[in-house]
């Protein structure tokens, strides 16, 4: 009993260590901002944007199908993968990251909304084992 309420707690501290912390019903409203250009979810498919399912561990400018700038391919292939710590400053100021990118988005200036954003993202990407 004790040796599982451990293996219990040490997985979710691993799980929560790779996840933003952020209200993800408030991170769904601040996504109606991205929706004109970006699907997530059951049947999302490439628009403007490319799909963001699985965007937590992807590699940037990856998705099949999808025409990017150079400048993300770019990004990409020197080792830029999504995730908190790089989504972070990206939603907060897309050309300051990738100078370049096709994102005419200006970014999201309050703090609060780019965690809250991101841990709506997570909850459609599978945790990094």
């Known amino acids: 009993m004790i040796r599982t309420a451990v293996a219990i707690a040490v997985l979710a501290m691993s799980v929560s260590g790779a996840f933003a912390q952020g209200d993800v019903a408030?991170?769904?409203?601040?996504?109606?901002?991205?929706?004109?250009?970006?699907?997530?979810?059951?049947?999302?498919?490439?628009?403007?944007?490319?799909?963001?399912?699985?965007?937590?561990?992807?590699?940037?400018?990856?998705?099949?199908?999808?025409?990017?700038?150079?400048?993300?391919?770019?990004a990409g292939k020197g080792g830029l993968v999504w995730g908190p710590d790089t989504l972070t400053p990206f939603l907060t100021?897309?050309?300051?990251?990738?100078?370049?990118?096709?994102?005419?988005?200006?970014?999201l200036p309050k703090p609060e909304d780019v965690a809250n954003l991101i841990a709506y993202l997570q909850t459609f990407s599978t945790p990094a084992q």
Do not use: W
């Open 26 to 74: 408030a991170g769904e409203q601040v996504f109606k901002k991205c929706m004109s250009c970006h699907a997530i979810g059951e049947g999302a498919k490439t628009k403007v944007g490319p799909e963001l399912n699985q965007l937590i561990g992807r590699v940037a400018g990856s998705v099949e199908g999808y025409s990017y700038s150079d400048a993300m391919v770019a």
């Open 93 to 107: 100021k897309p050309k300051d990251v990738v100078a370049g990118t096709k994102m005419s988005f200006p970014g």
